[in-house]
C-alpha cells in the first residue's frame, strides 16, 4: 500500500550507540519530517526536508543528524545516544501543508 | 515565544454527548490551522483543517471554529463515539512552509 512507512517499530539501544530511524515514503511528496514525542511536550520538531538534498534544523536538532539523497527516503541518525532521546519518533511527509504521519519508532536508550 | 497550547490536557465525555475541544494559539500571523486525531499506538491523523479567512467549517460528524480575535480554536464532535477516544492535538502554520507547530494535546475518553 502507499504511504509513510517507519523502520524499525520499537528498537532498544545503550547510550553512546548509533542510531538510524528508517523512513519511506511512496507519494514523492517534497517535504518530510522527523518529530519526537514527548510526555508533556507534545509533538516536537527535529530536522525537515524540502526536498532532496535540502535539509533544515527543527526546534530539537541537537544530537541528532538526517540525509535526503532521495526524495523518498528521510532516515534520522543518533550520532551517540542519550537517555534523553528515548521518546516515540514520527516521520511524515507533507502535500497542500497537511502532515501525514508513519507509525512511529519507539526508542529507548539505556 | 510564539506557540500554540491546550485549555486542558483531559476530557471525558458521556458517549452519544458532544465533546468541545478548546485549543489557543498566540501567533496571529498564522494563517492555517489543523486538528489531527492520534489514537493508542498510532501516528496523528488528519481530521479537519481552516484557514483564518474563515469562522467555520464543518467535516463528518466534526466541526472547527476559529475565533481570530481572541486566537481561539476549538473542536467540536457531535454524538461522540468510542472511537473518539484519543489524544487531539492542534496545530498552526506559522511560516507558509509546511512546517507546522503542535499543541501538547487533549485525550480525550469516552464514557459507556
Known amino acids: 500500500d502507499a504511504g509513510i512507512t517507519q523502520s524499525p517499530r520499537y528498537k532498544i539501544t545503550e547510550t553512546g550507540r548509533q542510531v538510524t530511524l528508517m523512513c519511506h515514503q511512496t507519494?514523492?511528496?517534497?517535504?518530510m519530517f522527523w518529530y519526537r514525542q514527548d510526555l508533556g511536550h507534545g509533538l516536537r520538531l527535529i530536522y525537515y526536508?524540502?526536498?532532496?538534498?535540502?535539509?533544515d534544523k527543527g526546534e530539537v536538532p541537537d544530537g541528532y543528524v538526517v540525509s535526503r539523497s532521495k526524495t523518498e527516503n528521510f532516515p534520522l541518525t543518533l550520532e551517540s545516544a542519550t537517555r534523553s532521546q528515548t521518546s516515540v519518533y514520527f516521520c511524515?511527509?507533507?502535500?497542500?501543508?497537511?502532515?501525514?504521519f508513519g507509525s512511529g519508532t519507539q526508542l529507548s536508550v539505556l | 515565544g510564539e506557540s500554540v497550547g491546550l485549555h486542558l490536557p483531559t476530557l471525558s465525555v458521556q458517549e452519544g454527548d458532544n465533546s468541545i475541544i478548546n485549543c489557543a494559539y498566540s501567533?496571529?500571523?498564522?494563517?492555517?490551522f489543523i486538528w489531527y486525531k492520534q489514537e493508542s499506538g498510532k501516528g496523528p491523523q488528519f481530521i479537519i483543517d481552516?484557514?483564518?479567512?474563515?469562522d467555520k467549517r464543518q467535516g463528518q460528524r466534526v466541526t472547527v471554529l476559529l475565533n481570530k480575535t481572541v486566537k481561539h480554536l476549538s473542536l467540536q464532535i457531535a454524538a461522540t463515539q468510542p472511537g473518539d477516544s484519543a489524544v487531539y492535538f492542534c496545530?498552526?502554520?506559522?511560516?507558509?512552509?509546511?512546517?507546522?507547530?503542535f499543541g501538547t494535546g487533549t485525550r480525550l475518553t469516552i464514557i459507556p
Open positions: 526536508s524540502a526536498a532532496a538534498d535540502i535539509t
Open positions: 511524515a511527509s507533507s502535500a497542500a501543508e497537511k502532515l501525514f
Open positions: 496545530a498552526e502554520n506559522n511560516f507558509g512552509n509546511e512546517k507546522l507547530t
Open positions: 481552516i484557514r483564518s479567512n474563515m
Open positions: 507519494w514523492s511528496h517534497s517535504y
Open positions: 501567533n496571529s500571523a498564522s494563517d492555517y
